[in-house]
């Protein structure tokens, strides 16, 4: 029987002014199998964003062997979406998450590290310029965002949250880019760690987990060897598992010694990663994950980067 | 007399600096007393065996190696063990993997690499380097 391995991908990426350049698909609650729901050709007419608008448990997927071509798609034309206000941010986020994912994604699988830092540094300037705009609520964000276990789902998922941190910290444009570049270079390390331990279902052995201990090490490595990147950008790739107490890893630093975006990193990280699913678990709440994570104010996390974060969240809560 | 020039230096130049190293009382316990072959664990992939010392030595950065801003060099250390490829030292502050530096002591001096640092405490760094380049000072013929 046929059999389509379909892709998901956000509702919001749909757009009124071009194709998608890829047959879009949905899958009604309840059915197994999905129905076209947009074809390759079609621009998107306002009935269909409406349904888009409305409807909140909407999923879209599009199928592998399009993915380049829709890929492809949204970046040929995200320069022309950015600019157009009429827009919606949370559109132009969505769309952006895309890039983004696709971009780290591959850039990721060819293992070059002069790459991934360029493609980083070129997505980070994009990425801050929707944190600055205040319209773009972290409730927004989260929503739009994937929430699977990939590395370079999870880099630009920690990317994404903290640019909105550092401006709500209120860094400067420049310091947030920086920032952001980190957040998408934080786990390079972990392009050298076998994927069969990296997406073990199970526990790890002592053994594993020293290998998985190691990524923050070798993703500095392999940015002190780039003269193209930051000092912030090494200590958040270096640093963000080190914990105020001293208890982390791989130095064991304490407060003192970790640097403010390596702060900002970790609390950015440790949520994505306990509300994304993964192999071993599913995700948890949002309200779940920062009563957890206020449990180890500063012990593991910094108060007024997690504050800050925390507040962001909240009012998504709320509504 | 090459050897003895080279020893009066290093003894003038350790005297102008500080040691700034803070070792609980544990650790400079087993600095007095360790000695031999240095314990290892099954999951170390070293590859040549470590040998126990204690002598103090000078660090400081190649031209080529990176540096962060909060780092001194020079920084007097303690070299703690020896191995065919590495050498393990006490530093107060933190050295990052990569760093490139020149290792002075007493009878040799030493071009290397930063593998690791881990913290023992406040002012006490575990430091790995791995050897580049080894020069022993040179003996009269």
Known sequence: MFQLTLIPISPLTLSSLFPDGADVYSRPKGEQLPILFLAANQIACDDALSVVT?????????????????????????????????????????????????????????????NIVTASKQLSVQVTKLATDKSLTGADLCQILHHDYGTFTHSGNVAFYCS????????????VEDIVTGGLLHDLGKLDIDERILNKPGKLDDFEFRIIREHPLSGFRRLSKSNETTRVQRLMTYQHHERLDGKGYPVGIGSDEIDIASRICT?????????????????????????????????AFDKEVFK???????????K | MLVKHNQQSFEQIIELLTM?????ESLAESLRNER??????????????????????????TPESFQMPEQESP?????RDLSRKGIGILSHQQWYPEQEVQLQMEHATVFARIARARRLAPFCYEVGLIIVKYQPVATPS
């Open chain 1, 54 to 114: 409305k409807a909140e448990d909407l999923k879209l997927f599009i199928c592998k062997e399009q993915s380049a071509t829709f890929q492809q798609h949204l970046r040929d034309h995200f320069d022309v979406w950015f600019a157009d206000e009429s827009i919606p941010i949370q559109n132009k986020a969505a769309m952006l998450s895309e890039v983004v994912r696709n971009a780290l994604s591959e850039e990721f699988t060819r293992n070059d590290t002069v």
């Open chain 1, 164 to 175: 909105l941190i550092a401006t709500e910290m209120g860094f400067l444009s420049e310091d």
């Open chain 1, 267 to 299: 609390v950015a990280d440790v949520f994505e990663a306990m509300t994304s699913n993964r192999s071993y678990r599913n995700a948890l709440s949002y309200k779940q994950t920062l009563e957890i994570m206020s449990e180890n104010l500063g012990t």
């Open chain 1, 308 to 318: 800050c974060w925390s507040s962001i969240i909240n009012n998504r809560l709320s």
């Open chain 2, 20 to 24: 700034r190293i803070r070792l609980t």
């Open chain 2, 36 to 61: 031999g072959a240095a314990h290892t664990n099954p999951f170390e992939l070293r590859s040549a065996s470590r040998f126990k010392c204690f002598g103090e030595g000078i660090v400081t950065f």
């Open chain 2, 75 to 79: 920084s007097l250390v303690i070299v």
